[in-house]
């Protein structure tokens, strides 16, 4: 390969000249090639940042209050000579640093997947034929093609370009989109003024065009400026950073007691101090859940996961949160609904009804008339239609054996499906200017010339726009005459009840030579030639998730560009419950905001909407107080992205500027997988939930057993390095276990929560009350049977100890079916998670309790059996007494809510 010019002064250079330089047409590489240039320029990627060394690593993991604590207390304690207590606490410390320092990584390994799931696609010229790579596949001399909505992969200079314009404020600080175009400019031109260029991380605002790859990668404009590498996303949310303060503040609180106590036992009980800290100790460490920011963290980080193996990748976690308390869901038509697989059923033209046959984008099928079939010879208007959808149009068909598939848009792939059948002959025809579709204007017109100066301008698009440029039609002889609008506007109305999308097909004369093809040119000269109408049938699976969603209390609404009839139709086959009223976006228009957000709510469907229509129509559902998703894929929805609750862009169709407005971005733009979307996150919601039930009561019932025992000036039923010990056995598997928690069995069959209902709820206080209470009861019943019994201070001890880790692992059954009955078979058998956690705890309590090593280092003596079993009957009465407890209330519920 020869020399590259320098980078810098591709924008000095004339389009041609720059592809010599390169070696590149505008067939672009081959496979070969570019297999080549890759090797050497390597992947189109910026360098990756800076990660933190292990030991930076290892460091943050005892960067807390309760750790500096903990410290603190080892060294007393080994100066005291404790050094039992000294090894345990110091083993407690280690345990902890090694669990956050696994779920660290684990994070960012999630996070890491993620952005690999996220990494663009470019769309290139192969081999002379268009392909959609990896964009870290880009070399020099690729031809890159870019639309409205793009996030530029690397240094292009423009080949074509047509309306192109580029939002460059990340290179230049320009907020107002720069015009692009062909010309060269001054080599000394400053970068804001390269029109000829389009940069690596800007984004494509308006237009479409053609450009060459000049850099990639650190060469790029973008990779010479430092700072705007990405680092690793914390994995954290509001929620996380409440629940972290909350612990910070709570340690505080503990530890001030704790220092209240030990100058009360020191100075008005005269205890000693060595026994007396240590107490201290084991209450600071018994009331402070030490694990928690942690656990949460991991339960977070596993529900990512599962949203990600639903095809749900979440971009912004915080989202995770909202997405559980969805209550409705306002989604796009095609391909997310719908199969996404257009096939041009019908055609309307010059008074005659043709039916088209075929399936999927073969090119293959009979084209019908009065039910037998039409010959294109004595049917002129279907190749002058079949012309227009295959010069109109952005998208290729591939052959790959008996399969056909788009490159490009679904609908255009339909329409060439349709032209094939017809075998209009369209070589020899070269684009020379170009409208693209957008959502403003709502139709695309393209301008062609042969070799002798024949010259056609061909215009598709949405029949209300189409049909308002028109003066004349075509009549069944080739001739034209007047247009009938009104018979048109019927025959839209009735393909669209059919289900079908219907678009316009019309020609207009060329412009002259030299000028442009402009929006002003069209209006009143274009001739309309006929109506398609294309059938998307709905996907299976979206009419069992709107089924879902209804039983759990999420409205559906459809928000699409199609006509009213049309997602009438679909709207009636997928089950939305309200199909006869729909609002199009004139009406939506003649509404004032109050109007429409009463509206918006009693209407299910929204057809011929555009983006500003669905930003409104989410301001109106969230001033009703509902939590709106909302879907999108162009560039133009990213605002209604950006103020929806969750913002849900499309993976596969979607624009990169729609998927960086939404938190989350659908890898195969399946409403189903919204809906399971939504599952995860209530289950998430669910189990972070059942941690914080789960830690705060366990905690606060083994505070409580120090705190009597030291305002009492009683012995310890537990001493302080057993409770170091049950903290150190059960938070690491008890409470972790809650985080793999499967959704529970009615998740998708309640009502969407209130998003301003807190974690700390007056429910879950009363159980922290209760449960606490308990706990405090049977470890101190247990005891003092001990006591009275006149069992040795150790076995009393062991066997309270006991007590606890047994009426933990009851009340974590408890806790797994919080909305639910416990005493079934169903919830008794749990997960493999869960068992494999209690099994766990009690080989580790079975080997503290009888091995002779343990016993002599953590004070214990070995159980008789018939203790052993009176301390599982009294977990199993404690176990009864919550879960009686728990079903009156659920009865209470649901006789206040009049069930």
């Known amino acids: 390969m020869t020399a590259q010019p320098d980078r810098g002064l591709f924008h000095a250079r004339s389009a041609g000249a720059c592809l010599e330089d390169l070696r590149s047409s505008a067939r672009g590489l081959d496979d070969a090639e570019a297999g080549r240039r890759l090797a050497a320029h390597g992947a189109n990627r910026l360098p990756a940042p800076a990660g933190r060394s292990l030991l930076a690593r290892i460091g943050t993991q005892f960067n807390n209050v309760l750790i500096y604590a903990l410290i603190a207390s080892a060294c007393v304690t080994a100066l005291l000579d404790h050094w039992v207590d000294t090894a345990v606490i110091v083993a407690v410390v280690i345990v902890n640093a090694v669990i956050g320092f696994i779920q660290e990584g684990r994070a ?74 062909v010309a060269p400019v001054s080599p000394d031109a400053p970068l804001g003024d390269r029109s000829s260029m389009l940069f690596s991380g800007t984004l494509v605002a308006a237009g479409a065009g053609r450009g060459l790859v000049v850099a990639t990668g650190a060469d790029t404009e973008v990779g010479h400026i430092s700072g705007l590498l990405a680092s690793v996303e914390t994995l954290t949310t509001p929620l996380l950073r409440q629940m972290d303060l909350f612990a910070r503040w709570l340690t505080v609180f503990i530890l001030l007691i704790a220092a209240s106590l030990l100058v009360w036992g020191y100075f008005l009980d005269h205890a000693d101090f060595g026994e007396l800290f240590m107490s201290v100790v084991g209450l600071s460490v018994a009331a402070i859940p030490e694990g928690l920011p942690a656990v949460l963290t991991i339960t977070l980080s596993v529900g990512v996961r599962a949203m990600a193996r639903r095809n749900a990748i979440v971009r912004r976690l915080p989202a995770i949160e909202t997405l559980g308390a969805v209550s409705v869901i306002c989604s796009d038509k095609t391909g997310t609904l719908t199969r996404n697989e257009m096939t041009v059923a019908a055609l309307a033209a010059c008074g005659h009804d043709y039916v088209i046959e075929g399936e999927g984008y073969a090119p293959k099928g009979a084209v019908l008339w009065q039910d037998a079939e039409a010959d294109p010879r004595e049917h002129s208007v279907l190749v002058e239609c079949a012309r227009a959808t295959a010069l109109c149009n952005d998208a290729e068909l591939q052959n ?39 959502a ?20 598709k698009g949405a029949p209300e726009a189409v049909i308002a440029l028109c003066g004349d039609e075509r009549t069944a002889d080739g001739g034209v005459k007047p247009l009938a609008a009104d018979f048109w506007h019927e025959q839209v109305e009735r393909l669209a ?14 412009p002259d030579a030299g000028e442009a093809l402009v929006h002003d040119a069209l209006s009143g000269r274009l001739t309309l030639v006929g109506l398609v109408g294309l059938i998307d049938p709905p996907r299976p699976e979206a009419i069992a998730a709107v089924a879902e969603c209804h039983a759990a209390g999420i409205g559906v609404k459809m928000i699409t560009g199609d006509h009213a009839a049309t997602a009438r139709a679909i709207g009636s086959m997928i089950g939305l419950t309200n199909c006869e009223g729909v609002l199009t976006g004139a009406d939506i228009d003649t509404m004032d905001d109050a109007e429409l957000a009463v509206s918006a709510v009693a209407t299910d469907i929204f057809a011929r909407t555009s983006p500003a229509h669905k930003l409104r129509l989410v301001s109106a559902l969230q001033a009703q107080g ?10 133009n929805d990213a605002p209604a992205l950006k103020r929806a609750d969750a913002g849900i862009a499309m993976g596969m169709k979607g624009s990169e500027a729609a998927k960086e407005a939404a938190e989350f971005v659908l890898a195969d733009d399946n409403f189903a997988s919204i809906v399971a979307a939504v599952r995860e996150g209530r289950t998430v919601y669910d189990n972070i939930r059942k941690v914080i039930n789960w830690t705060l009561p366990t905690n606060a019932g083994e505070a409580l057993t120090v705190i009597v025992a030291l305002l009492a000036g009683a012995a310890l039923p537990i001493s302080p390095v057993q409770i170091l010990w049950v903290n150190l056995v059960t938070a690491v598997t008890l409470g972790l276990a809650l985080a793999f928690e ?35 009861a049977a470890v101190y019943g247990v005891y003092t049977y001990a006591v009275d019994r006149g069992y040795p201070p150790e076995l009393a001890r062991t066997l309270a ?99």
């Open 108 to 181: 960012e390994e999630a996070m890491a997947a993620i952005r690999n799931m996220l990494a663009p696609h470019a769309t290139v010229m192969r081999d002379g034929e268009r392909r959609s790579i990896d964009a870290a596949d880009l070399v020099p001399g690729d031809i890159v093609l870019v639309e409205a909505g793009d996030r530029v992969s690397a240094d292009l200079r423009l080949l074509t370009a047509h309306g192109l314009k580029a939002e460059e404020a990340v290179l230049t600080g320009e907020s107002v989109p720069v015009d692009k175009a």
């Open 742 to 776: 499967p959704s529970e069995p009615g998740t998708m069959s309640r009502p969407p929560r209130p998003r301003s209902e807190g974690l700390l709820t007056g429910a879950i206080v009363w159980n922290i009350a209760l449960v606490s209470g308990l706990f405090l």
């Open 497 to 510: 009840a059919r289900g079908q999308r219907v678009l316009a097909l019309a020609v207009a004369p060329a």
């Open 440 to 459: 403003a204007h709502r139709y695309m017109a393209v301008h062609h010339r042969q070799a002798d100066g024949t010259a056609r301008v061909d215009v």
């Open 400 to 438: 790959e054996g008996e399969d056909w598939r788009v490159e490009g848009d679904p609908m255009e792939g339909a329409l060439l499906a349709f032209a094939g059948k017809i075998q209009a002959d369209v070589s020899g025809w070269e684009r020379v200017d170009a409208i693209p579709f957008d």
């Open 626 to 635: 509902l939590t709106v998703a909302m879907t999108g894929d162009g560039v």
């Open 801 to 899: 100890m006991n007590m606890l880790v047994v009426l933990e692992i009851f009340h974590l059954f408890y806790i797994r079916n919080a909305r639910s009955a416990s005493l079934t078979f169903e919830a008794a058998r749990g997960t493999p998670v869960v068992w494999g956690c209690i099994v766990t705890v009690t080989l580790a309590q079975f080997a503290i309790t009888y091995i002779p090593a343990m016993q002599g280092v953590f004070g214990t003596a070995s159980v008789p059996l018939a203790d052993g079993v009176l301390v599982v009957a009294i977990g199993m009465a404690f176990f009864l007494i919550v879960e009686a407890e728990k079903q009156m209330r659920l009865a209470f519920n649901r006789l206040s809510r009049g069930r």
